[in-house]
């Protein structure tokens, strides 16, 4: 069976947005359970900059969860802050269910081989608990929601890894047992990782298949997926289809939001 990926209008109600989105990809009942805590993993590589995932797609992501018996935000340390600190740009979403996780002070882990070196990964990351990534929409031969694994990564400094990313992402990919739920946050469209060139485009796409996301997603943008090196392997592996021919996009017309999308790159330069 083809995996789903919803793409949706998010106007001024992100809610009813996002429940379309699910809703079109067959709902979320088996990860919205009493018995399963969620970690939602936001892409945050620097919390001075816009480049994240909006608060209120955040927040409007998290009330998805209602039967969770608990959902953590989490983040890890880098060298632009801490993990509680970049979480902090999601404060009004904290509550007594909703609470931040920093990856990197969890004394309770689980090693694992990563790119051929022993890891260890805060115990909150491993199933049965549901793993949600979010990132923004982006132009990154990187990627997106996938990318976002490296901030699994406990340790501040992470640049010793980039020469192997592709190896790091996909096994602690394998490592915690697959994103569960993988959305992408096209409020604005990033020239870049590192770019605050933005423009507004209120799409939002969500699958239960990270690499079909992280293709429509950089299909959308104007890249080719097909030559993404983390999609590649990632098929190689058998973790999810980065083919757009085997994948079913549902909702919004995906070639409409993607002349859309260039249209207003276009005009604003971004």
Known sequence: MAPRVAIVKVGNDTDAGLLRALKLIGGID??????????????????????????????????RFGKAPKIFLAES??????GT??????????????????????????EVKIAGEKMPLSHVLFKPNVLVSIHVLRR????????????????REKARLHGKLTTVLLDLYEAVGGIDLAVLDGTYVYASPSSQRKVKTNVMLV?????????????????????????????KRGLGEGDLSKIEVVGSSFEKTKAEIARKRKLSGA
């Open 140 to 155: 990154y031969d990187r990627g997106a929601v996938v990318k976002n694994l490296f901030g699994l990564v406990p340790v």
């Open 77 to 82: 340390d880098n060298y632009r802050g801490t």
């Open 207 to 235: 699958g239960r298949d990270a690499i079909a996301v992280e293709a429509v997603g950089a299909s959308l943008i104007g890249m080719k997926p097909e030559k993404m090196t983390v999609i590649k392997e990632a098929m």
């Open 30 to 63: 088996d990860l919205n359970s009493r018995k399963r805590p969620v970690v939602v993993k936001p892409g945050i590589f620097d919390h001075r900059k816009p480049n994240h995932p909006t608060v209120r797609v955040v927040d409007s992501l998290v009330r």
């Open 85 to 110: 600190e970049r979480l902090g740009i999601y404060k009004k979403v904290f509550s007594r269910k909703v609470t931040p996780f920093n990856l990197s002070e969890d004394t309770e882990t689980k």
